[in-house]
């Protein structure tokens, strides 16, 4: 069970939540008065909201205690499932063929760069793509956009919608003639209502919206791919105690590792950039640290080579490393083209 599911006032929750308790394990080995300290309550309220807790631990807890563990999986039926599962195309052939065919469900994949690089531009194509008919080589899906910047911007959505429709049009001569007419409804306004969008404007929204998602996406069940547009936002302010953001960005990211692999979904953060110090001088690096690195399946980085936009695959556990050109038109992510080119910013 979840801390804000706990009968206890919003206050409280709040107050739980902001100190990086979020589920009743986290509560479970606390005395009163480090809770206290810690939430800047009496020791009383402290002792009323463990023994809340306590008691909600064991209603949650199946059977009388006794956990139940789910039989193995083989690992071939691993592998079966992971070819049963189609990729995401980013709509840049060089692209997909690095990430090993588009993006991939069941895993969390970071995506970082600098700012006018296309991390917006990227995760609006994927929150497009997603919806793309499985007749298309599509998912036919969903898509959850969360964004903590404000930088969402409907009109855009709507202009990579209507070029991905064009996109499967000029496809049609090379599909069955039989489904081409029921396919060739589709319209961009049904890819716009295809796109759950939520807006966060702090860090404790963040954590609660990361605990809310599992039981919104058990209700929206064709949702396969969750976009955070950024991760990084709301945690590069305002934090003092490296130790509680660390804490708390742990909690994140193993909610949205057992997300993708109970849902068979995608998970996609976007990561902004930092400055480190490295061997000497400056250099940049992609923000949260070392640690949060980690907390991915895979992880792309978007850089400048000259004039050109490029994906590099930094880590992965089943991809090798890779770069590929890019670019953004007006129609959303496609093949590097000469006249879309900018100044180098990395």
Known sequence: MEVGRLPISASQRGKLISAGYTTLSSLSSLSPSDLALDLRISENEAAEILKVASLGSRLDEPEGGRAIVNGAQTAWDMLHEDEMFPRITTSCLDLDNVLGGGINCKEVTEIGGVPGIGKTQLGIQLAVNVQIPVDYGGLGAKAIYIDTEGSFMVERVLQIAEACIEDMTECNGLLRKDFQAGQLKMHPNNIL??????????????????????????????????????????????????????????????????????????????????????????????????????????????????????????????????????????????????????????
């Not at 991760?231 to 960005?249: E, I, K, S, Y």
């Not at 996609?268 to 991915?296: M, P, R």
Request: glycine share 4%; with cysteine; hydrophobic share 40%.
């Open 193 to 346: 209502e295809n796109i759950f969008y939520f807006r966060v404007c702090s860090y404790t929204e963040q954590i609660a919206l990361t605990n809310y998602l599992d039981k919104f996406i058990s209700e929206h069940k064709d949702v396969k791919v969750v976009i955070v547009d950024s991760v990084t936002f709301h945690f590069r302010q305002d934090f003092d105690d490296m130790a509680l953001r660390t804490r708390l960005l742990s909690g994140i990211a193993l909610k949205l590792m057992k997300l993708a692999k109970e849902h068979g979904l995608a998970v996609v953060l976007l990561n902004q950039v930092t400055t480190k110090y490295i061997e000497g001088s400056f250099q940049l690096t992609l923000a949260l640290g070392d640690s949060w690195s980690h907390s991915c399946t895979n992880r792309v980085i978007l850089y400048w080579n000259g004039n050109e936009r490029y994906a590099y695959i930094d880590k992965s556990p089943s991809l090798r490393s890779a770069s590929a050109p890019y670019s953004v038109t007006s129609k959303g992510i496609r093949n590097s083209a000469s006249n879309c080119k900018r100044i180098r910013m990395m």
